[in-house]
């Protein structure tokens, strides 16, 4: 089934003042849908205009409608003939744009904060022939507002953002282990915010060189690992993301065996692309 012929009746969802805006982010491709009288007209004008190509062109068996979608890298185009547009009665509509729209990260992200806040829930429609998950709202007015998401994961040979963060959390069991200070900190931005023993700082790299070096040149650990498997979640937007993580320790220090359960939050934001630990807040089991 074509991905836009389906007009979704949704209930007009009124915007709470309270809450998370639903929409946080957005990208392209940008999209809209236009109501014309003359489709191959259409078609070449805003090839011309926008520089997109036809994609598919679809009319129904009795002509009542006919439906073109446009597009490139940056813009999806709808171009919509249908003869309810031209009937003189209540009912008509008129020409013009139609529909508005963007891609989001995920439509269904989406559509849970419309229900948190409404009650009601979006529908949510795969389109497997165009790849796309799509939601529509609409406002007060009727005026469709249309969101769209990848069907599927792009393949691709780059860990996502959550496996980079994971492997960055990794990593940091590991450094403690080898004792590989400079390792470390070549992961972690100059702006850090610590939260430890009820107090909250923000140490410089220096700062916090000073402060691990002898720790790690005294103290031989045996064991430093994940007692379950971490939580990690990234922001809509790709930059920022967490980890929530159980830690054993075994460590031996000035003739001492040591061993501790630790909960902590490191704080990850993607600077100039890449990702930095930004802060960490932690607690110990007593």
């Avoid at 009795?62 to 073109?68: F, L, N, S, V």
């Avoid at 949510?124 to 796309?132: K, N, P, S, T």
């Avoid at 702006?191 to 140490?203: C, F, T």
């Avoid at 790299?205 to 070096?213: K, M, S, V, W």
Wanted: aromatic share 8%; charged share 30%.
């Amino acid at each position: 089934m074509h991905r836009l012929i389906l007009i979704v009746l949704l209930l007009a969802f009124p915007a709470s003042s309270h809450g998370e805006s639903w929409i946080t982010s957005y990208k392209a491709p940008a999209y809209f849908a236009v109501d014309v009288g003359d489709v191959d007209s259409a078609i070449a004008w805003y090839s011309q205009a926008f520089g997109v190509e036809l994609v598919d062109d679809t009319t129904a068996e009795d002509g009542r409608w006919r439906i073109a979608n446009l597009g490139n890298e940056h813009v999806s185009i709808e171009i919509i003939f249908d003869r309810r547009s031209t009937v003189a009665d209540g009912d008509a509509r008129f020409r013009g744009l139609v529909k508005t729209g963007m891609s989001v990260a995920d439509v269904r992200v989406v559509a849970d904060r419309v229900e948190a806040d409404t009650g009601e829930r979006p529908r949510v429609l795969d389109f497997e022939a165009h790849g796309i998950r799509l939601i529509q709202l609409h406002d007060p007015e009727g005026n469709v507002i249309q969101l769209h998401s990848p069907l599927h994961d792009v393949p691709t040979d780059e860990p996502t953002d959550e496996q980079a963060i994971l492997q960055m959390h990794r990593d940091v069991l590991r450094y403690h282990i080898e004792g590989d200070l400079d390792a470390w900190m070549a992961e972690e931005s100059e702006s850090y915010v610590s939260a430890n023993r009820g107090e909250i700082s923000r140490p410089s790299i220096e700062d916090r060189r000073a402060r691990l070096q002898p720790y790690l040149e005294s103290t031989t650990f045996s064991e430093y690992r994940d007692l379950v498997e971490p939580v990690v979640r990234v922001s809509e937007d790709g930059t920022l993301g967490w980890v929530i993580c159980q830690v054993q320790i075994a460590s031996e220090r000035d003739g001492e065996q040591r061993n501790s359960v630790w909960a902590w939050v490191e704080l990850y934001a993607k600077q100039d692309g890449a990702w930095r630990r930004v802060g960490n807040v932690s607690n110990r089991r007593e």
